[in-house]
């Protein structure tokens, strides 16, 4: 059973840095298109970023263009989102995801397997 697990969230103040992880484990992690995902209170799950490492390439957000990157280690099976100038609007549980689509994308519903999410809190 595939398994993805979260960690790296926490409480900031605007203008941290802070880097999640997703621990990944039970199938072929390069073969997947790994994504980051959020959704804030009453809002819907929105598209963070993505990473397929066959194609070597990296899909943003606009909101987070520039300020995060997503990249992953395949000695670990493990992929990270590194949020620099974090802002309130950035305030979001995150989830990691994967997908098995052979192209990068930016749905939620390619997603198969979805991690547990992990809170983002910055205080303005």
């Known amino acids: 059973q595939v398994q993805l697990v979260e960690s790296g969230g926490g409480l900031v103040q605007a203008g941290a840095s802070l880097r999640l992880s997703c621990a990944a484990s039970r199938f072929t992690f390069n073969d997947y298109v790994m994504g980051w995902f959020r959704q804030a209170p009453e809002k819907e799950r929105e598209f963070v970023a993505a990473d397929y490492w066959r194609d070597n390439i990296q899909y943003y957000a606009d909101s987070v263009n520039g300020r995060f990157t997503i990249f992953r280690d395949s000695a670990k099976n493990t992929v990270y989102l590194q949020m620099n100038s974090l802002n309130a609007e950035d305030t979001a549980v995150y989830y990691c995801?994967?997908?098995?689509?052979?192209?990068?994308?930016?749905?939620?519903?390619?997603?198969?397997?979805w991690g547990q999410g992990t809170q983002v809190t910055v205080s303005s």
């Open positions: 995801a994967a997908a098995n689509t052979g192209r990068i994308t930016d749905r939620a519903s390619d997603y198969g397997y």
